[in-house]
């Protein structure tokens, strides 16, 4: 019989399964909740003294022995197996080899569903607060280049087909921006992580006099949870968590998918450096954008996890039911997953690739982009917007059959479309006044854009 049948198995004739007791076990994933677990039985040890449901001798008895685990455990030489079922029963059958008897007061007016509620909250808590400041790296890298880069031009597309010529800091700054709303949506679901269950018990509360809001504010929570079932069987937090990383994730593989569409030889607008590119094992010329491939891989991972966990609480009736285990390696995962993705990326943009100025010139003077330019010049002139479009639908038409860009028409040829053309449409035209004259609000003109990076500098100040 395993170390926890022993603790439950007085109802017990004969042992688990060996193979029922892996299965069982979630020891080998959630022991990445240990500190957490640690910390939390420790705000639990305290309150119970406070409480006078323990004495407070018997209070710091309790509090040494988890910080001598916690010791153990950062020396490597806290390894608990199968046999322990979970990181919680793990723990107090360590405490109660530490201290004795004492160790046994330790599970007192509180339940493994509350203890795992509380542990998953406070792992959550400051895995959110690390990736909040991973995502403000990210910001700050996009933020330096695109201020490199506010003259650079590059063409802007839809259906990926040409559209309009856009200010390469435009194009990046809204990356930034996603970034931003990513940064305040994981403030937000921190909110509802930062809630305390410690104390609703198993299900009902418990017949202790215990002080839910005293152990809560030693934890740091900011308020604790109002109902006892709802404390013990919400996951939402979880699932908020992934749907936000979620949302990280297409943000990061969209950026990915560009990186990727630019580093290769067809659009040549970026050039990957060794130290963030790969090679082919058989072919000598490749450089393989790996990096961004791998992000726009990995983000399907997270939308897993986000919809496994979706259908796994959808079913469940109150309150705690074993599928909630379930919760956590995709968690975890989703977690690990964002954390990897955002420091590659960060690393990638930072350092990793450089925009080839020369094709990105070239790119811009050498389609159709400045057409909308030629229609607005006459609009406005007065000619209806409407004309103007279907007079230059035909000059592209004729211009593209004779080989020409509309900068190589002459003027006597303009005039002829149209009298209102003079020798100023030739400046009009030039992919840098296309860029420079679209200067309404939140629009890649050169105005616009370096107000757009003095306003995402201080939007970075805000914590
Ligand atoms: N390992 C369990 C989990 O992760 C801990 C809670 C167990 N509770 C129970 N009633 N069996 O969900």
């Known amino acids: 019989m395993t170390q926890t049948q022993q603790t439950w198995s007085q109802r017990f004739e004969s042992a688990l ?17 240990i500190e957490y677990d640690l910390t939390g039985s420790i705000a639990h040890a305290k309150m119970l003294a406070k409480c006078g449901i323990i004495s407070s001798q018997e209070g710091e008895q309790l509090v040494t022995g988890l ?40 599970h007192t007016g509180r339940s493994r569903n509350d203890q795992v509620g509380t542990d998953t909250r406070l792992y959550l808590r400051s895995q959110i607060e690390l990736i909040r400041q991973q995502l403000r790296e990210f910001q700050t890298v996009l933020l330096d280049i695109a201020e490199k880069h506010v003259e650079t031009l590059i063409p802007g597309y839809t259906h990926l087909q040409r559209a309009q010529p856009l200010s390469l800091a435009h194009h990046l700054l809204a990356y930034f921006h996603m970034m931003q709303r990513d940064w305040e949506r994981l403030g937000d679901v921190y909110t509802r992580v930062n809630i305390s269950p410690l104390g609703c018990g198993a299900l009902a509360g418990t017949t202790f006099p215990i002080d839910r809001h005293y152990s809560a504010q030693l934890l740091h929570f900011e308020k ?31 950026l990915s998918e560009e990186v990727i569409l630019w580093s290769s030889e067809e659009f040549g607008f970026v050039t990957l450096k060794d130290s963030c590119a790969t090679g082919s094992s058989i072919m000598p010329q490749k450089k393989n954008p790996d990096v961004p491939e791998l992000v726009r891989g990995k983000t399907g991972r997270v939308f897993g996890h986000l919809q496994a966990m979706l259908v796994m609480m959808k079913g469940l009736p109150l309150a705690y039911n074993k599928d909630l285990q379930e919760d956590k390696e995709g968690l975890f995962d989703g977690v690990n997953t964002v954390k990897a993705c955002l420091s590659a990326m960060t690393i990638l943009l930072g350092e990793g690739l450089e925009f080839c100025d020369r094709r990105l010139a070239e790119a811009v003077e050498s389609d159709f982009s400045n057409a909308t330019d030629v229609a607005d010049y006459l609009a406005a002139r007065g000619v209806p917007f409407r004309e103007a479009y279907n007079l230059v639908g035909k000059v592209v038409k004729t211009s593209i059959a004779a080989g020409k860009l509309l900068k190589d028409l002459s003027l006597s040829e303009w005039k002829q479309l149209h009298p209102k053309f003079e020798n100023d449409i030739y400046e009009a035209i030039s992919p840098r006044q296309v860029v420079a004259a679209r200067n309404s609000y939140g629009g890649t003109g050169f105005e616009q854009v370096a107000l757009a990076l003095q306003a995402a500098r201080s939007q970075m100040e805000v914590n």
């Open 17 to 33: 399964h060996p193979t029922i007791t892996r299965f069982n076990a979630s020891i080998n994933f959630d022991i990445e909740l």
């Open 224 to 254: 604790v949870y109002d109902n006892s079932l709802d404390g013990v069987s919400d996951r939402d937090f979880v699932i908020e968590f992934l749907s936000a990383a979620s949302l990280i994730m297409v943000h990061l593989s969209r």
């Open 67 to 106: 910080e001598q685990i916690r010791q153990e455990y950062r020396q490597g030489k806290f390894n608990p197996d199968v046999d322990s079922e979970d990181v919680h029963f793990a723990v107090e059958h360590r405490l109660v080899e530490i201290i004795g008897d004492v160790g046994k007061k330790i």
